[in-house]
């Protein structure tokens, strides 16, 4: 398996034929190329786009454990038995559909689709984006709690996938002024934790202030003697002046 780059934003990953897998095949998860090696967490989101290059036999795994030897899973196959799309959950087969025959699935370009769990509502559509091209929805009624998902090409054919980042989501928000902003997934917790840490980090320091160590090593004297002699020196200094000024109006009368 290689990987190269698509523009700065999106990576394309390949996966080359595992073989002539099956349902029934022991450890089927050891044969999909996991997409946290990619960074790619799901353990929070529940859904994920992707486009994908094979002419047929391309899978889609999401798995509920780290430990795949015994995980349980969904698995989507793209372009199996005749470009149908299929929906098999498990080993035991709980679910399992042909569905939607049609030109999805292509050796010359990219084509777009989305997965989604969310409320263990499975879906799958061929779009690019999230809900659009809906081709098939079922609910689970004891949905998997979904923390992996894999891709894997097989029966001869390699593939190529370009993952979607979570960085921005797939619908638009729109202002009165007609400009168009783009949603993120940033919550309005993480905006907060991170100006916190932000304004921790600009706070200057005042015990490393050079005030604040003058302050540190002049300590306050607030003995009786002492305030007397400031009160003496003051009086000391005015007379001093007083007499200054005296000599020299008397030089300038002499004149």
Known sequence: MTQGKLGTLV???QTKNQGNVQFVTPDILSYYTSLSLYGVDVSNRTYIRFL?????????????SSNISDAMFYEFALGAASTAIS????????????????????????????????????????????KKEKRKSWPDPSPLNVSSVGILTGWGQDGEWIIYPYTVEEESSHSCSGRVYKKT??????????ARKLKKELMIKKDGLSRFERRKISVGDSRGSSKHIGYI??????????????????????K
């Open 11 to 13: 990576e394309i990953i």
């Open 52 to 64: 994908v290059k094979a002419k047929e036999s391309a899978f889609v795994a999401l798995w509920s």
């Open 233 to 254: 020196a003051a009086a000391v200094l005015t007379f001093i002046l007083v007499g200054i000024c005296s000599l020299d109006c008397l030089s300038v009368r002499r």
């Open 87 to 130: 929906l098999r959950r498990n080993k035991v087969t709980a679910y399992f559909e042909h569905f939607k025959p049609g030109t999805w699935m292509s050796n010359a370009e990219f084509m777009p689709f989305w997965i989604s769990w969310e409320s263990g509502v499975i879906e799958i559509g061929t779009s690019s984006e999230l």
């Open 185 to 194: 997934n940033i919550t309005s917790e993480v905006v907060n934790t991170k």
